[in-house]
């Protein structure tokens, strides 16, 4: 059970814009800055967007990234097969005193 | 160019002992905090735990603590992760990371698979 709530799996068609929720409270999200994460099949995990809504170097904008009160939310837009992965948010829980993660999200572009 | 090679993976029996190591390179090794991830298969990333630039601040998950130690050898650019009284449950790939401000993590090892079974 993660600390973090994403919806488990979201589906568009190419070319489409797709939302994928991450959920929190007050002492993790609501603190603390978010970060994301895509994981292609096989392959280790990479940051798409820190600081809730900061771009990497190298990162298309077509990746955006919000925060609102406990909930922080991705935004891909001109979805493309290369997009199917798995995508993880994450942040620090304050009063845990721990790294958190959600538990991922399929990206199925149909 | 930034890179994190882990070591140290494989099959252990419960109740046994492993230390994976992450040999860093391509940047400053000790301006940075660190930290170790893992996924079991098919599952989710689990944030395990982090390591100040000067080893003396030191924050783990509740599910190792007692059991996994990390450290680091600044002088060898070296992260490592003490595993002992491993369980079923710590099968998982470890990966070793970088981090920066604010709980991002900006650089990912390819990782070390860690199998516990008998």
């Known amino acids: 059970q993660s600390v973090l709530t994403q919806p488990p799996s979201v589906s568009a068609a190419p070319g489409q814009k797709v939302t994928i929720s991450c959920s929190g409270s007050?002492?993790?999200?609501?603190?603390?800055?978010v970060s994301w994460y895509q994981q292609l099949p096989g392959t280790a995990p990479k940051l798409l967007i820190y600081d809730n809504n900061k771009r990497p170097s190298g990162i298309p904008d077509r990746f955006s990234g919000s925060k609102s009160g406990t909930s922080a939310t991705l935004g891909i837009t001109g979805l493309q097969t290369g997009d199917e992965a798995d995508y993880y948010c994450g942040t620090w829980d304050s009063s845990l005193r721990a790294g958190v993660f959600g538990g991922g999200t399929k990206l199925t572009v149909l | 160019e930034v890179q994190l090679v882990e070591s140290g993976g494989g099959l252990v029996q419960p109740g046994g002992s492993l230390r994976l190591s992450c040999a860093a390179s391509?940047?400053?090794?000790?301006?940075?905090?660190m930290t170790w991830v893992r996924q079991p298969p098919g599952e989710a990333l689990e944030w395990v735990a982090n390591?100040?630039?000067?080893?003396?601040?030191?924050y783990y998950v509740d599910s190792v603590k007692g059991r996994f130690t990390v450290s680091r050898d600044n002088a060898k650019s070296s992260l490592y992760l003490q595993m002992n009284s491993l369980r079923a449950e710590d099968t998982a790939v470890y990966y070793c990371?970088?981090?920066?401000?604010?709980?991002?993590?900006?650089?990912w090892g390819q990782g070390a698979l860690v199998t516990v079974s008998s």
């Open positions: 390591i100040r630039q000067d080893g003396a601040e030191k």
């Open positions: 391509g940047f400053s090794f000790s301006g940075f905090w």
């Open positions: 007050s002492s993790n999200i609501g603190k603390n800055y």
């Open positions: 990371a970088r981090l920066a401000d604010r709980q991002a993590i900006t650089y």
